[in-house]
């Protein structure tokens, strides 16, 4: 498993998908954000009643995830058929946690659109929240399943 | 320390900082990629002779710190005065680290642009590595420093 | 028709066209600005002679329309086709209307593209003449056809 | 009053405003979205409960404002240092206002950021919207106020 | 005159223009298009009568000067304040030539951005024209003169 | 062969391509960097040890590629599928020519991709060296073979 982005040469380049086959492509990533217990209650009780920092997070999520091919130089734009978004809340952990599903009808595959997402999500969870809280840490932003393509159907090891 | 970007009302804005003063600010991010034993032995020879990853990592940074109050929706958008980014290798732990420094002279400060800058950068690592490992793991993007403005230095904790 | 935009659990989505038929799709919008008698002549005369307001406030739409995907959160990113858009001078109400039409071959309709370039449109001629009127009113911007896809064909009421 | 858009021989520059001194600039601007009875009860039952329309425009709308310069083609880059967009539901018309105001401190007014920013927030309202009601219009876009700078404080006649 | 935008290790960054004094900074940049006698003929009238290739490269080339920081990956993003474009014909050599000057009040300078905007002027004649002509060909885009900042005035050698 | 990119009405639009069949579309384009001999030395060195001039407007080109209808008005949008960026040194006349190859599966060319791939490249080499040398001249960009297409296969006369 040689690194693809680059030639013979060692030049990168964006790699030809040309000749590949137009299939369904799902990807499914996610991530975290750890905090102190003040804010955790702070984000929690907001998306009950006001302060909807999720919603917000959620939004910045999806419109991150069609601006990939702008932000990692080598990948390929597409077009995105879905993307969906969910938070989960681990109260014992006063952790965040994000997973986004991405897919399309294309050449190549979504697992840069699906973590794109999530990076950015928890990007904005921080940007929102930093004022009350500068120490907050984004925790293991990571691959969960990745579905379509020649390479076929992979799904993480762990959790 | 309250949600600053809710009004009393509990709606999102972006928030006055007309009558903040221009000053210098700084913020210093960082945050890592781990991934196979392999993988990380094809990046240390890349970056030697062929195939330089973290070169191309490293322009990605850079220019995703400009497209900051692009993707972080309530972030405002501001003139970076400079932004360097530094790449350190683990071969125990096989991980990557990435720092940012990113600075302004202005009314806000920088904090989401260095650590926007490091998503990123780690982001395209793992994009231009997919073909060889799909597990590499994104790890606690955070905070290190922060300096100017009214609220003065803070420093993490921890490493 | 509930809002397809949000999930059983009422969280917003870009929703699912995976499935949908690669289908040409058309939409027609229209708006138009209303002005000052003044102003109105300063266009008109404008666009025969120099300072070819029009010109460029079609130029913006076009571009525009590229961009909705980038402005709309929830709205799929896609190929456009064509995009054309013509003025029609109203002088008894001093009133310039906009029409685009934007096509594509796709999975999801095009109505925003053609709406968004309608609105950024119009805004450029407000930009343009904004140092003689500022009292310029943006009126009535609406879908005026729709084709293609399952939905089938659809035609605004009046006008 | 001339087109200040345009040189002496009719050719669109943007307008050199590097004399001008940097101050604070407000501008206040409008729209609404008028719909069926049935849209509007969505819209409303929603943003109490689930399927949060007015959020994720309000966000749209903010966003939006940042990208002005690079949608309405002579108008200058600057630096927002605040973005406020609140909706006012009128049952009895069974219509959204959407009112935003922007402000910065620099060289050139932010008009054009004010009424992109509402432009987007109803373009986004009627896209989340359209599956049940492509009829919906978006009415009277204007700018109702806007201080600072050389030609001073500026109300909009009515309303 | 070492390559500044690296540092002693030779990694790229952006470099560090915080304690530069904001000044006005102009650049003056051209370039050229050369393309078949009937090509420049139908340009020619085109600009006179109808199909105004010039009025819409005018406008690329001002809106590209605004996104120089994104295109040009170690570009400072700053605030342009003034931007002009004019053609000259030169029947003789059916030569189409594009002059950009662009200004700001800020810590550095706008050569980048006058040079952008030449390049993306002419690519924008070439699209406009190559359904009539393929061989075109943009020559000697240079920076002409360079006014502001502490490196003082530049002025080309030749032409 | 008149120009496409208006109608009888000398109004311009984005033309029609609907109806066109999808194939693979390729085109290959080329420009040039001239500059003095002792910065030529220093891009040599440079790619070879420290200071990867030649690797960071490969990755400029690359990206710039994929923004090409975001900056040509009329460009219609599209998914490439492949981008080489390949750098020659010519030290006799000091010398760098950058040769990119964009191709799609697609309804429209990629010429103008492959154009704003080289200049954006180039524009990239300038921005790095200019501190050694504002006299560098960006010469003879031009489009080389393009192939798919009704068109059909087109080479470039000369070179």
Do not use: N
């Not at 080598?74 to 986004?100: I, K, M, N, Q, S």
């Not at 840069?112 to 120490?135: F, Q």
Request: proline share 3%; charged share 25%; aromatic share 4%.
């Amino acid at each position: 498993a040689p690194l693809t982005h680059f030639d013979a040469a060692g030049q990168a380049h964006m790699v030809d998908v040309g000749a590949k086959a137009e299939t369904t492509r799902v990807a499914r990533a996610q991530g975290h954000i750890r905090m102190a217990p003040a804010t955790f209650a702070l984000i929690e009780s907001g998306s009950a009643k006001k302060g909807d920092v999720l919603g917000i997070a959620r939004i910045a999520a999806i419109q991150a995830s069609k601006r990939t091919s702008d932000l990692v130089p080598l990948c390929h734009p597409l077009a995105l058929t879905r993307v969906a978004a969910g938070f989960t809340l681990d109260a014992g952990r006063h952790r965040v946690t994000l997973e986004v599903t991405a897919e399309t009808v294309g050449r190549t595959g979504v697992e840069m659109e699906a973590l794109t997402a999530v990076s950015v999500g928890l990007l904005t969870i921080y940007d929102m929240c930093k004022a009350a809280d500068r120490g907050m840490i984004i925790e293991d932003i990571r691959l969960l399943e990745k579905a379509g393509g020649k390479s076929g159907h992979w799904l993480a090891d762990c959790k």
